[in-house]
């Protein structure tokens, strides 16, 4: 899907992976008002599918016209709403129900730029030909290469690299949501995308996706070629 804006360029996609029959998967593709976003529900098939996407109607929801501050403040109260719902539905089940998603999001303005994220969803951004990745995963495999335990090497591929260590709709405490803010450049290309593309693809193919076409179509092909067994999905923006 291709959307136009006066600023930014933005386009979507996302697929089951080469193993899963549904896709718990979802994202938010807002040029209009500078949102985007993807989670990635937990928790099986029904509970999972109804995370991501109580979080991506939310976002959604949001109207145009507020400023950076009031759509910041919208952003968290909206995922603070769903932490609680998903809380409270896990409560009313039986047995020790999960019903969680990552979630990262992308607000631009005028000159900067916010990302929020819980969770293993990744934001990256391609700047003069570069790539760095914004988020910093919340996962139990990124806190053992922090406490010196496990190389970044080591990393890859890890047998339990599907822990993560926050989400909406975990834990009983309120949702913890870490942010980064920069300033916004134009020819800045920035890709939000769910755990199942960053193991697949590394970061020599993510850059070279967005330094071309930056197609999430492609990405996605290029995934899939590498026999993705997660979900994947990917929301490539351009800024002009």
């Known amino acids: 899907m291709t959307h136009g804006a006066d600023r930014f360029r933005s386009r979507a996609a996302t697929h089951n992976g080469t193993v899963r029959d549904h896709n718990e998967d979802r994202f938010v ?5 500078g949102l985007w976003a993807v989670a990635d529900g937990a928790g099986g098939h029904q509970n999972g599918e109804l ?3 109580l979080v991506a109607e939310t976002l959604e929801a949001i109207p145009p016209g507020l400023s950076a501050s009031q759509l910041l403040a919208q952003v968290r109260l909206r995922l603070d709403g769903v932490h609680e719902t998903l809380r409270t539905e896990a409560e009313r089940l039986t047995g020790n129900a999960m019903i969680a998603t990552t979630v990262v999001v992308l607000l631009a303005g005028d000159s900067h730029f916010a990302c929020v994220w819980a ?3 990744r934001a990256y951004l391609l700047r003069g ?3 760095s990745q914004v988020t910093r995963d919340h996962s139990l495999v990124q806190e053992l290469v922090d406490a010196g335990v496990i190389s970044e090497a080591e990393a890859e591929g ?3 690299a599907n822990v993560i260590t926050r989400a ?3 834990t009983d405490d309120a949702l913890r949501l870490d942010k980064v803010t920069d300033r916004l450049l134009p020819g800045d290309r920035f ?3 769910s755990d199942g593309i960053c193991k697949s693809v590394d970061n020599a193919g993510i850059a070279e996706v967005l330094a071309n076409d930056a197609d999430p179509q492609r990405l996605l092909q290029v995934a899939l070629d590498r026999n993705a067994s997660d979900n994947i999905t990917a929301v490539a923006i351009e800024v002009s």
């Open 119 to 121: 969770g293993d969803s």
């Open 29 to 33: 593709d807002r040029p209009d008002i």
């Open 191 to 193: 890709l939000l995308c």
């Open 51 to 53: 995370a991501s996407r």
């Open 168 to 170: 909406v709709g975990v």
């Open 129 to 131: 030909g570069a790539l």
């Open 158 to 160: 890890h047998p339990r």
